[in-house]
């Protein structure tokens, strides 16, 4: 555990316990971020599959080598204080703003889109989400630094026009494949494409 963006938040790890909590935000975080991309039912068809979701997060949590830290907020941080404030608030602890999770890929679903898979055991940023009121913060940035690792040779799968997504992962090395793909399910009608970074992906 500690803090991060100046001591606006603390990241703590995430273990198999929390999965109604992860799941939780996690739905709430698609919500806020594909409604208006994709369309406005999406965040309604993804929490009709809160089973599914629960069943995926056991499937990643378990997984050998998983990295997952959720954010949460510290209410004794202020703007002028910074860090030297930000000891001695009373964390919600029931109420993350923010989870990321990595873990070595292929996922199974990948071997099934007729695309070439990555190479067995390399490692995919598997969800990176904060709400939106803490975007500009940093918060991404600290929880993309939790579960990658400096020179990691990571991928990861992204909704085609999220650009904000792109573009941050892009001034972070990766860079996109350029094939995307029709997602199925509660995901349609979205594409989804993968971006890499530190590895060449097959042809």
Not at 37 to 60: H, M, S, Y
Not at 74 to 96: H, K, M, Q, Y
Not at 153 to 176: C, K, M, S, T
Request: charged share 20%.
């Amino acid at each position: 555990m500690g803090f991060v963006a100046d001591g606006r938040y603390v990241v703590a790890p995430v273990g198999a316990e929390d999965a109604e909590k992860y799941v939780d935000l996690q739905l709430r975080c698609l919500a806020e971020t594909y409604n208006g991309l994709v369309d406005p039912d999406f965040g309604a068809r993804q929490a009709a599959d809160r089973d599914g979701w629960l069943e995926e997060f056991a499937e990643n949590i378990a997984a050998p080598g998983a990295r997952a830290f959720f954010a949460y907020e510290n209410p004794a941080w202020t703007p002028a204080g910074g860090l030297s404030c930000a000891v001695g608030g009373e964390i919600d602890w029931d109420a993350p703003v923010g989870f990321a999770l990595s873990r070595p890929g292929p996922l199974a679903w990948e071997l099934e889109i007729g695309l070439p898979p990555v190479v067995e055991g390399t490692r995919e940023l598997t969800h990176l989400y904060t709400l939106a009121s803490t975007h500009g913060t940093g918060l991404g940035a600290a929880l993309f630094d939790a579960v990658l690792y400096p020179d990691e040779p990571a991928y990861l799968w992204y909704i085609v026009g999220n650009e904000r997504a792109r573009e941050f992962y892009g001034r972070r090395g990766f860079e996109d494949e350029g094939l995307p793909i029709d997602c199925g399910g509660a995901w349609a009608p979205a594409r989804t494409a993968r971006m890499y970074c530190g590895l060449t992906l097959p042809s």
